[in-house]
């Protein structure tokens, strides 16, 4: 392998805007994508024989011309290729997924745009089979173009359902409601805010004109409270602001409670040439600021690795101009969607619900962690509770464990999520026999 000036790891569009920016400006760029598809998750691109899924004209015109940019540059993006992190020595391991070997590459400068991890908040039932997330479902029906047969619920908080339900609507599928924690429509104050961001506003009307169209109730200011399995369907129980509590029987429940920025297992930042090589965040991974501030994200995280390593000059004034706008259309979404009663982790939460799906461990299991004479510390809930302990090492879980964590011991230092992920590599899990078999790749 090559050592390229530049390792650009994610092909969402502030990877693919990195990676073109610096080829543009004379760089040697490897850009790398786990997936078998280019796009991420906003862009993603469909499996040999299906059809696009509809982005919208605005959508369709930016990723034409990402696409454009790849082409002009020559960048061939190594699919199905993921980062797994820098070893001791400063190696970036990559494993080709296909091949199933990793392979050690040295970079001047890595970009990492690895995107947005979906929250999802523990709820009774919300780990069984057949409960997703939306943003999952999502990506599943950009890739294979299907959406699964049967009555669809959304439910959760955050503008993506709205978008989701939407698009299932106008494929003629539309979900049986979505449940949404927030009250938008009591948040008109803030929602004002939204008239400086009429590509926000747009959006957002074409989606709920077609939910009122096709009549797909939109239960602002309600929970759900619980997902109970009957014969091969769900029983899914909601409680809306007067506390007054229903049920639905859904085939399928998607949920979601908002995203943050996928750091997991990554290397911290490197700033400080000689000291290894260069590492610099862009997109949603660096800050979740949504698809069109990915683009821009992606160019400046190009200009500042290269003017690092080259001294080239950085055009960073209209770079942060633009994402400043950006910011503060997230912060004005932020307010319209924050929920209508505060949701306490652990308030509904009965002592069976499982808080991390890949050890089964449960509310109960964290309390009788707390019942101790000392507090246990992060480390500790891992280690002795075996909370984060699983495949996904708190990818999941961690966030939604320290918070509850805190609530559970007032009184110590809350534990925060890295002390339960930790910061090691790798950033996916990778058999060992692969790992064994890195060749020493000589030093550039
Ligand atoms: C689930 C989900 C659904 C969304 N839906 C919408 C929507 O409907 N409308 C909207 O406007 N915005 C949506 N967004 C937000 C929008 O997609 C993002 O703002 C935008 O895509 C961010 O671009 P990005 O390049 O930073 O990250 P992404 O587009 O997420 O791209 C990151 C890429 O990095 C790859 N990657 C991650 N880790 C590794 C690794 N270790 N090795 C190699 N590759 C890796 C991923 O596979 C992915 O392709 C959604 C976000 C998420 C997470």
Redesign the pocket.
Known sequence: MTDPDLLV?????????AAVRAADAGASVML????P????????RPIEGVEPWP?GRE?ERRWARLDEGLVRTGIVPRLR?????LDGAGAAL??DRVAGRVEACHPRAII???????SVRPRPGWHRPGVV????L??MMKETGRIPEGRILLAGSG??LI??AG?LTARGRPPVAVVEAADPFTEMVAGLGLLAHPRHLA?AAVHLGRLALARVPWRRATVLEAITPKGDAFEVRLRDRRGRRTTLEVDHVAL?DG?RP?D???PAANETPGAGPIVVS?????E????????I??ERAADRALALIDGRPEATRDHLRRLARERHAQAVLARVFAPARPLDPLETLPDDTVLCRCEGRTVGDLKVLFTGADTPAGREIKLTGRFAMGLCQGRFCAHWVAEASARLGPDAPAPRPRDLTGDRW???PVPIAALAAVPDAPKR
């Open positions: 790891i994610g092909g969402g569009p502030a990877g693919i805007a790398v994508e786990m997936r598809a280019l796009g991420g998750a906003f862009h993603r982005i959508g290729t993921a980062f797994l992190g990559l494993e990492l745009a690895t995107g947005a991890l979906e997330t939306a943003g999952g999502q990506v503008p993506l978008a989701l698009q959006e979601h995203i996928n997991h297992g990554l862009a997109g949603d991974g660096r979740v600021l949504g698809v069109v501030a990915a683009e994200d992606g790798p950033a996916r």
